[in-house]
């Protein structure tokens, strides 16, 4: 099913023809709104004209998270405050939030492509979703919620954590869709058979998963667990919110669609800042060819990832890889770039192994040391902890530490200190993003 079959089928030519057109329109806008970007033009010796089309971004500077915060808090704004319908702020890991505005006609647009992604997510108009997204300053809870409505479901506006409430009323009222982050989901997975839930008791079938990096050992598990068809969403407030890019339902593993009528992304290498050909990895940038209230010109995300065309796929959009990590997450351990979602993919194939596990970073000498804390599935722990001799267990367990050390050595090139821990032992996500990685002194 297609939210907008039009927009989402439309063949490639006209798309970029739309495109065209509408970042002439919102350059041009920017260019008499936003002295910032006037200032950026002239510094360049651009003028609105130069860009024709998407063909001419590659002209313009890339807009860091810098930008953001050094206008705070309206400085970057098209309009003027009083004329607009909402404020939405991220979190900013220190000082001052990112502060972002919308228009009664952003506003819209965030609903339009929520909508989009929540059918190409599977739901369908009259179902009955489960919102676990954090309400508030964050985007994640009312993007989610006006899209929903928009598609015809009935939300349930609950927002993250109160885990216990969740599955009450997952139950009673006998939701069909959940969003929110894939390891919340998994935290409610764990809960429900800590509490003997059965998953007969849930009419769960989709689960719309993100807000931060997951990969294909954690759509197993939580597809396992709830009984749902698990995809993904992705987005970030400085374009709009959660809705920027989804997977299909049927075409998942295949990459998420980015509705790029309204955001058109490149892919830059992190070092040279240079675009870079389809299918290779590098830093999403995005210009926004739509906004009203904040828009950006080759919005630099910082998240890795890689984009290219399905031409097998049912809509026409470009499809975005699942995110490797932030860059400014990125580990540098001994000259290797690591991001954790590399060992949880390696953790997917080990069936003795969960995906609940933490990176912990710490110094030995002058070096930098990665240990890989990762949880034993249940059914083992218990049988090696119920009995004094459980020789075959035991020598699973030895067999899967081993593998795990082997295959991060293969696969990463890194040799990592690897700890088995009992279930429980990780912190799991109460509601929100969960860190993977901690650092701590020796
Ligand atoms: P905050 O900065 O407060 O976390 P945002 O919602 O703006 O709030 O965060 C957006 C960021 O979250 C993205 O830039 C990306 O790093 C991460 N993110 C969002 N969705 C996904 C996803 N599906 N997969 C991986 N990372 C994601
Ligand atoms: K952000």
């Known amino acids: 099913m297609y939210f907008n079959r039009e927009i989402e089928t439309m063949p490639l030519d006209r798309l970029r023809a739309l495109q065209n057109e509408r970042l002439q329109s919102q350059v041009h806008m920017m260019y008499q709104q936003i002295p910032h970007y006037r200032e950026l033009f002239r510094q360049h010796n651009l003028k609105p004209s130069d860009i024709s089309g998407v063909r001419d971004l590659h002209k313009i500077p890339f807009t860091h998270k810098s930008a953001l915060r050094d206008n705070y808090p309206f400085g970057l704004f098209a309009r003027q405050r009083k004329d607009l319908a909402r404020l ?7 000082g001052k939030p990112i502060v972002v505005g919308y228009t009664q006609h952003d506003i819209g647009v965030f609903a339009e492509v929520v909508a989009r992604s929540l059918a190409a997510a599977g739901c369908r108009p009259g179902m009955l979703l489960q919102n676990a997204y954090g309400y508030g300053l964050f985007t994640g809870g009312l993007g989610i919620h006006y899209g929903a409505e928009l598609l015809g479901m009935t939300v349930l506006p609950i927002s993250g954590g109160g885990t216990e409430k969740q599955l009450m009323l997952m139950q009673d009222f006998q939701s069909d869709v959940i969003c929110c ?18 998953q007969s008791a849930l009419a769960l079938r989709f689960a719309v998963l993100g807000a931060e990096p997951w990969t294909e050992s954690v759509r197993s598990e939580i597809e396992r667990k709830l009984q749902v068809n698990a995809t993904n969403i992705y987005g ?6 959660p809705g920027v890019s989804q997977e299909d339902y049927e075409e998942k593993g295949t990459g998420s669609y980015i509705w790029e009528d309204h955001f058109y992304p490149e892919i830059v290498d992190k070092d040279t800042g240079d675009p870079l050909p389809y299918g290779e990895q590098g830093v999403l940038v995005f210009t926004t060819l739509t906004k009203e209230a904040s828009p950006v010109l080759r919005y630099y995300t910082n998240d890795i990832a890689s984009v ?3 031409k097998s796929a049912k809509r026409t959009h ?3 890889s699942p995110i ?3 860059a400014d997450d990125m580990l540098i351990i001994r000259g290797v770039n690591l991001f954790h979602t590399q060992v949880e993919a390696v953790i997917q194939n080990i069936p003795e192994l969960t995906p609940n596990y933490q990176l912990v970073v710490f110094r030995k000498g002058a070096m930098d040391e990665v ?14 902890a119920a009995e004094q001799d459980a020789p075959l267990e035991h020598d699973r367990f030895l067999a899967a530490f081993h593998l795990l050390q082997k295959r991060i050595k293969d696969t990463i090139g890194l040799s990592m200190r690897v700890t088995l821990e009992h279930p429980g032992a990780i912190p799991r996500s109460e ?12």
């Open 88 to 94: 939405h702020c991220s979190s900013g890991t220190t």
């Open 181 to 198: 982050t894939p390891s919340y989901a998994l935290t409610l997975a764990e809960e429900m058979k800590r509490r003997n839930i059965d």
């Open 236 to 241: 970030l407030s400085e374009i709009i919110g």
């Open 308 to 310: 290219y065309y399905d």
């Open 318 to 320: 470009i499809k975005m």
């Open 324 to 326: 490797a990590g932030r």
């Open 371 to 384: 240990e890989v804390r990762v949880e034993v599935e249940s059914a083992l722990f218990d049988s090696i």
């Open 431 to 442: 509601g929100g993003k969960l860190n993977r990685i901690v650092h701590r002194q020796a």
